[in-house]
């Protein structure tokens, strides 16, 4: 029996932007899992690879929907209880730079307003960043770790143009005012550097890798598990405000020895450390415990009975 914390998934949810690797494989889970998905994509080219996931087309219909389109969003929020929201960077503007912020602000407004505007939506999942919580002035005379009550300083962003994490923090923070202006029942996952082939040096997150491995704070996310998190805080029904997620903290020279190669495979190798080099562990900084204290009864196998899919009755928190 499922603990009682959870509810009953609901019927249809909208996954946006389906396009990119957590949104395609969060599509992936939430099927396998049994409930139905409007998968919104910005890049058309992913459409055929999103509709290989299910051969039934009334439990996957796809949309194409631009954040910057409030139209295209309504439409594909039509009829759904619950949305996972990632932002993807717009095609003709891949490289987060100072103007980011501007354009994940507004869409993340466009999403929240949308939401807002959709009696049937019980629930939004907001994927933001780490980078979003552990940029700031005072970090290394912090007493405490850095946890989801943390903010990063905009201002210090835009002094050292850590533009991924001013643009996280901005589109975050103004989803929040929104959701809470708004009456709607939002609950942010505040994931790490998300670990995969496609990762490369050039990642915006790695802005300030250097400074984030001093402080403690330097963590990864594979993919599943962000996954697994994502489904459990828009199931049990005492998730709330934001969680920090990841599944490994970079604080051994041997793990950014590794993480380095992997990025740039074509540099030259580090030399061997000494020994005591080897044995410097770098103090971990940073908590995920709100997190883990929720996912420990989450059941990350589970098949939804089909009789059982139904719209939830849990109530809207305002």
Not at 69 to 90: H, K, M, N, T, W
Request: with cysteine; aromatic share 8%; hydrophobic share 40%.
């Amino acid at each position: 029996m499922a603990p009682a914390s959870l509810h009953e998934p609901p019927n249809t949810v909208c996954v946006m932007d389906a396009s990119g690797r957590l949104g395609s494989r969060l599509v992936d889970r939430l099927l396998r899992r049994g409930y139905s998905v409007h998968a919104a994509v910005q890049n058309e080219g992913e459409i055929d690879r999103l509709k290989e996931l299910s051969l039934d087309a009334e439990k996957l219909k796809i949309f194409r929907s631009d954040p910057f389109d409030y139209q295209s969003i309504v439409d594909a929020l039509r009829g759904c209880s619950g949305l996972f929201y990632a932002f993807e960077p717009p095609q003709d503007q891949p490289n987060y730079d100072e103007y980011m912020a501007e354009v994940e602000v507004r869409a993340a407004h466009n999403v929240l307003e949308a939401c807002a505007q959709t009696d049937t939506i019980d629930k939004v999942v907001f994927t933001s960043s780490v980078t979003a919580a552990i940029w700031s002035d005072d970090r290394k005379s912090l007493e405490s770790d850095f946890d989801e009550r943390h903010w990063s300083n905009v201002n210090l962003c835009r002094k050292y143009k850590l533009w991924h994490a001013l643009s996280k923090t901005l589109a975050e923070k103004a989803a929040w005012a929104l959701a809470m202006d708004r009456g709607v029942n939002m609950v942010s996952m505040n994931g790490g550097l998300l670990m995969g082939p496609d990762l490369s040096i050039a990642h915006p997150y790695l802005k300030g890798a250097a400074e984030m491995y001093e402080d403690g704070v330097f963590v990864t996310v594979d993919v599943d598990f962000l996954v697994d998190a994502h489904l459990c805080v828009f199931e049990d029904v005492s998730a709330y405000g934001r969680y920090l997620c990841f599944s490994h903290v970079i604080n051994r020279p041997e793990d950014a020895h590794k993480l380095a190669q992997m990025l740039a495979p074509s540099a030259p190798s580090m030399p061997p450390s000494s020994c005591d080099e080897e044995l410097k562990i770098i103090q971990q900084r940073i908590s995920n415990k709100k997190l883990n204290k929720l996912m420990v009864d989450f059941d990350r196998g589970v098949q939804v009975d089909q009789s059982l899919l139904k719209k939830s009755q849990i109530p809207r928190a305002i």
